[in-house]
């Protein structure tokens, strides 16, 4: 048990070429370490070469290394010496499954120390020291074994590949040289192999360098993403405290339009009642001396008739009361009217400040994204969007939501809005855009599928309001084949039709982009520019009734 436990020092304290406990140790350059006779006879046998190498990985120097005792390790291997039993033997172990056996014995199989290039086969500690005493097998290679021999075996002659042809970019034995290979730039595997590990080196540096600079933009990274969240968070606060400010305002009007209201109720009221109680007694007056002149008609006395018709005939002056509105509505429709205004004008406001917001949020970046592929990459910027009812045209009829338009042969009957088109069949979206958006419209028929600023002229000439034609808009025209216009410039569009569209806008890149979706995602158009402004999605249907379109919902 205890020569068990010492096995494994003693491997890494073992010579690899000897294999045994290290003698007067030196280490090479490159880390190895050798009894200092087994190195220099290595290196004298190589006298002729202009370079000498480490047996094991094969890295050359020149001029030949100086050889000093390592006097750490020469102490590490007397102390191992010291905690080995005496007389303790070194057996070579058996193979075991995830061991390289030996060729050469026989019965049960030992682990193999080294492979042979030359010799194609494996060996223990025992049949590897001719390797080490015989001249002839001192010139042959020597590995760390390795379950990899037969690789080095021609598949068509079985025979070593000792030759490296750079025209086919592959290694092949003499006889390919003769055969298949005849003419091609050959050079020997070690000379081809010496190349490529100076190539290795510098393959290793770029690496290396790439790795530290991965490392470093991952720090970056880091520090961006800290630093970003801890403004996201800031930006919260704010934007939190600030909308319950709004809101507060909102409220505070809310209460004192109200209180106005109810003000001007109570003094109305009040006057109403005051009038309505003069006008009870003045009622409650009149049916008094009615009753009187009554009783005085029935009277048969013609004196007590005279004497009293007089007193009761005569009737108070007053003064005729206001003329009275019995349903004051224009006071209701009035407050109202200004009310909706409000609300009409608050909403622009709104609508234009969360663009602006929107875009000023979306425009931050920690990394920049590369451009979608896929459409579940698309996907990942899907947009819910909704048509403007006030911004369609009365030959329009929304539905689903507001998500679809359709062409009727009519005009529909509808409130006058400064937003609605007038001369064409257009209507625009609710949602301005900015930053990355993706959506996807379902079409039939003849539609223009469109993108414009909203200040897009909403009366005039097809060049003043028309999609597409003018420098505010942006349109695809999708009949029997797609066209795209842009400031009155038309381009014919060639890919497969589809009754479904994707639209991606980039808005800080400036790109909007076209594609037909099916089954697969193809690019049909892409613009290239400078988005002033948030962009509103929208439709224009120019032909007949009965054609429609919608943005349809993306999960």
């Given amino acids: 048990m205890a020569q068990r436990a010492i096995q494994p020092d003693r491997e890494k304290r073992s010579c690899p070429i000897c294999l045994d406990l290290l003698k007067d140790p030196v280490t090479i350059p490159c880390g190895h370490s050798y009894c200092m006779s087994c190195i220099s006879d290595c290196w004298d046998e190589e006298k002729d070469k202009e370079t000498n190498s480490c047996p094991q990985c ?12 390592n006097t750490m390790l020469a102490e590490l291997v007397e102390e191992l010496k010291k905690a080995e039993p005496q007389g303790a033997s070194h057996e070579p172990s058996c193979a075991g499954p995830e061991d390289v056996a030996c060729d050469y014995c026989t019965g049960e199989k030992m682990r193999a120390f080294k492979s042979c290039l030359v010799c194609m086969a494996s060996f223990c500690e025992q049949h590897l020291q ?22 080095n075996i021609c598949f068509c002659h079985d025979e070593v590949m000792k030759i490296f042809c750079r025209t086919d970019q592959k290694c092949i034995c003499y006889l390919c040289s003769m055969d298949d290979h005849r003419g091609h730039d050959m050079v020997s595997t070690a000379a081809e192999r010496a190349e490529r590990q100076t190539e290795l080196g510098g393959s290793r540096q770029k690496i290396q360098q790439r790795a530290q600079d991965r490392e470093r933009d991952v720090k970056v990274l880091q520090q ?33 339009v109200t209180q106005q209201i109810r003000s001007k109720q109570k003094t109305e009221v009040n006057e109403a009642r005051e009038l309505e109680e003069k006008l009870q007694q003045e009622i409650t007056d009149l049916r ?3 009753a009187e002149l009554e009783q005085l008609s029935h009277t048969e006395d013609h004196l007590h008739f005279l004497n009293n018709y007089s ?3 005569q009737l108070n002056e007053s003064t005729d009361p206001p003329s009275i509105d019995v349903c004051p509505l224009s006071f209701i429709k009035g407050v109202t009217a200004a009310v909706t205004e409000f609300r009409d004008e608050l909403q622009d406001v709104l609508s234009d400040s969360r663009a602006r917001i929107s875009s000023a949020v979306t425009e931050v970046e920690i990394l920049p994204l590369l451009e979608p592929k896929t459409r579940a990459d698309f996907l990942r910027y899907a947009r819910h969007i909704t048509l403007d009812p006030n911004t369609a045209h009365k030959k329009l009829s929304l539905n689903n939501g507001n998500r679809k338009a359709t062409l009727l042969a009519a005009e529909q009957s509808c409130s006058d809005h400064p937003a609605r088109f007038i001369q064409w069949w257009q209507v625009l ?15 039939s028929g003849s539609v223009n599928v469109a993108a414009a600023y909203k200040n897009i002229s909403r009366t005039g000439t097809i060049n003043e309001c028309g999609f597409g034609y003018n420098d505010k808009s942006w349109s695809l025209e ?10 009155g410039i038309s381009t014919t569009i060639s890919g497969p039709q589809s009754p479904i569209l994707g639209v991606y806008l980039d808005h800080q890149a400036g790109t909007l982009s076209y594609y037909s979706v099916s089954e697969t995602i193809t690019l049909l158009h892409r613009v290239q520019t400078k988005f002033t402004k948030p962009l509103y999605p929208g439709f224009w249907l120019p032909v007949s009734a009965g054609d429609n379109a919608e943005f349809c919902e993306l999960n």
Avoid at 130 to 149: D, G, I, Q, R
Avoid at 228 to 246: G, H, I, M, Q, Y
Avoid at 478 to 487: D, I, L, T
Wanted: contains cysteine; glycine residues 4%.
């Fill in 311 to 313: 007193s009761l005939s």
């Fill in 224 to 256: 961006r993403v800290e630093a970003f969240s801890l403004s996201a968070d800031e930006a919260v606060r704010d934007s939190e405290k600030t909308f319950t400010e709004l809101i507060h305002l909102i409220e505070k009007m809310c209460s004192e």
């Fill in 130 to 151: 001719p390797h080490y005493s015989v001249a002839l097998l001192k010139k042959h290679k020597l590995v760390e074994a390795t379950f990899k021999l037969q690789e």
């Fill in 58 to 69: 094969r890295q050359s120097f020149m001029p030949r290394p100086v050889l000093m005792k």
């Fill in 429 to 443: 979206s609710t949602e301005g855009l900015t930053g990355r958006c993706y959506w996807e419209v379902k079409w």
């Fill in 478 to 487: 999708c009949r029997c084949g797609y066209s795209f216009r842009h400031n």
């Fill in 288 to 290: 008094r001396k009615d």
